[in-house]
């Protein structure tokens, strides 16, 4: 049990936005007591990366692979932020081959997709290590604890105290929470938390703060995109057509072509041992619904392969997989937000001290990375000096 742990901060999420916020936040107040609290294994949220525990020497990015910037109206904390990533070495520019599949799956030149808008960045490492980096760069002093494989299902305020309530009866209490995640704010939490309840209606119930409730709304409006990934581990001797040596390729499927094959987009990862894995994101409905309606997992995963060989039957770079591939699959629960987006001016109730970032927040970057960074940028500004 935690309950004997007292916080400055927790923050709850293990997100790319939550990294980059514990980042910016340990830099200024290294004599605070931090705590980051993840429902995973490891940092990173949707942009992680799985190391297979059954196929040993793998690492796949089977979340976003790398992530796009924008920043068309040229704000100067992103642009500063990412300077600083690229100065320290944790990320560089991704020259890789991008290519877009029309109907027919002939290579288009148009390369227009909310992924590969602006510049387009590769972490050196993997993106879990990205993550990592970005909060070690501030964390010498290792002023913040780290609860991973942590589901917060409870949230209550009493007296300028917030009392956070694990699925395994563990209790973190602190003076101010950070939400990088929105489950604990979203209508969604009632069936994967197995609540009667919004937790944070619970515990701030309406109009108490205009600005709770204001978000509260919005969010109301706000749905997730379901996504599956298909992790496909090939065999030894599968490889390109063509030499290519760059850490990735990517392939973005044409609205039409997408309804077609049920794929989104298909990126090759090179490992470092020189095999090369393939990830197959897919946010079709159908897709989703077969899986979860599916009797026979083999089978679903055959049918994944004959349309994988369907989309490169002619293609000048790509080989056919075979029907003996090793091939794990991701179900996210919470994915790409769409629709209606929260406002920025809702970041932060001082009179309950709690703030929120990621990227469900309004702007160029909503629903990518970009939103998220600058998301968490905006709120460690507003939160600075505010935790005595």
């Known amino acids: 049990m935690k309950s004997d742990v007292k916080y400055d901060l927790l923050i709850i999420g293990g997100g790319i936005s939550a ?7 340990l830099k200024n107040n290294i004599t605070k007591k931090v705590g980051l609290i993840e429902i995973g294994r490891g940092l990173g949220g949707r942009s992680s990366t799985r190391i297979s525990k059954r196929f040993k020497g793998w690492k796949l990015n089977h979340g976003s692979p790398n992530f796009n910037i924008s ?65 070690e760069s501030n964390n010498s002093k290792e002023k913040i604890d780290f609860f991973f494989e942590t589901l917060i299902v409870d949230m209550k305020f009493n007296d300028k105290e917030w009392l956070l309530t694990s699925k395994n009866g563990d209790i973190f209490k602190s003076k101010y929470i950070i939400c990088s995640t929105n489950l604990l704010l979203h209508k969604r939490s009632l069936k994967i938390l197995n609540v009667n309840q919004i937790p944070l209606r619970k515990a701030i119930p309406i109009n108490n703060d205009k600005k709770i409730d204001l978000l509260l709304k919005f969010l109301e409006q706000q749905t997730f995109i379901p996504r599956l990934t298909f992790l496909i581990y090939t065999n030894e001797n599968y490889g390109y057509k063509d030499y290519y040596s760059k ?16 794929f989104e987009r298909i990126i090759f990862q090179l490992q470092d041992n020189n095999k090369l894995g393939i990830v197959i994101h897919s946010k079709n409905v159908g897709l989703v619904n077969s899986y979860i309606s599916s009797k026979d997992e083999e089978v679903f995963k ?21 029907f003996d591939e090793k091939i794990s699959i991701m179900k996210w629960r919470a994915s790409q937000p769409s629709g209606i987006a929260v406002p920025l001016s809702l970041q932060l109730s001082r009179k309950y001290r709690i703030g929120f970032c990621g990227d469900w927040f309004k702007g160029e970057g909503f629903g990518r990375i970009e939103g998220s960074i600058l998301s968490a940028l905006i709120l460690e500004k507003k939160i600075k000096g505010l935790i005595k």
């Open 19 to 25: 990294c980059v916020f514990a980042s910016k936040y």
């Open 247 to 262: 850490k990735q390729r990517y392939f973005y499927l044409k609205n039409n072509l997408e309804k077609k094959c049920r």
């Open 71 to 135: 920043n068309s109206k040229n704000n100067l904390l992103l642009k500063r932020y990412i300077d600083e990533l690229l100065e320290n070495k944790f990320i560089k520019i991704d020259d890789s081959d991008i290519f877009f599949l029309n109907e027919d799956s002939n290579l288009e030149t148009i390369k227009k997709s909310e992924f590969s808008s602006g510049v387009n960045y590769l972490s050196l490492d993997s993106m879990s290590e990205f993550s990592k980096k970005i909060i």
């Open 302 to 322: 055959q049918k994944i392969i004959t349309n994988f060989n369907k989309l490169f039957e002619e293609n000048a770079v790509v080989h056919q997989l075979n």
